[in-house]
């Protein structure tokens, strides 16, 4: 079962573009802030979207490995549709909400914690268009790289 597991290009390629997306959050930040933040290792919204990273990358695994026509290519397609559509308008403009109420809470409570959260609500949940495509780019590049030049 493992070797079967750690042998499955077609999982480890977009896993690979995921982790490459969130490695990207770390340097990126690293270089806007100057200083290490490793939440971004396991955090979501941000530049790129690894959310777009990891199903584009499956979708580009599944053509390369079982073809443009296979029905998993097709499911994994409308998959990636859904997900970048939903972290580009949806999460994005709850994070732009969760941005205000968070605002008017400071200013209400003065600074104090909201009492029913006991915390702020997160503001970095969704993503903008450009960091879905960049998301996705990256996931089409790592798994052509992974199935294409390492894999062969």
């Not at 939440?39 to 979207?49: A, I």
């Not at 990636?80 to 732009?96: L, P």
Request: hydrophobic share 55%.
């Amino acid at each position: 079962m493992w070797s079967e597991l750690v042998n499955n290009n077609i999982l480890i390629a977009p896993l690979l573009g995921w982790s490459v997306a969130q490695v990207c959050k770390v340097f990126l930040f690293l270089l806007r802030e100057k200083k290490l933040n490793l939440r971004y290792l396991l955090s979501g919204g941000g530049m790129p979207s690894s959310h777009s990273a990891l199903v584009a990358g499956l979708a580009t695994a599944l053509a390369l490995v079982e073809g443009v026509g296979s029905v998993a290519f097709a499911i994994s397609v409308v998959l990636a549709f859904i997900v970048m559509y939903d972290a580009a308008t949806v999460r994005h403009s709850v994070g732009q909400q969760a941005v205000v109420l968070n605002r008017v809470i400071r200013e209400i409570q003065g600074k104090k914690p909201f009492k029913e959260l006991g915390r702020e609500l997160k503001e970095l949940i969704g993503h903008s268009p450009l960091q879905v495509f960049v998301g996705a780019a990256l996931g089409v590049g790592v798994s052509l790289i992974w199935i294409k030049v390492i894999v062969g």
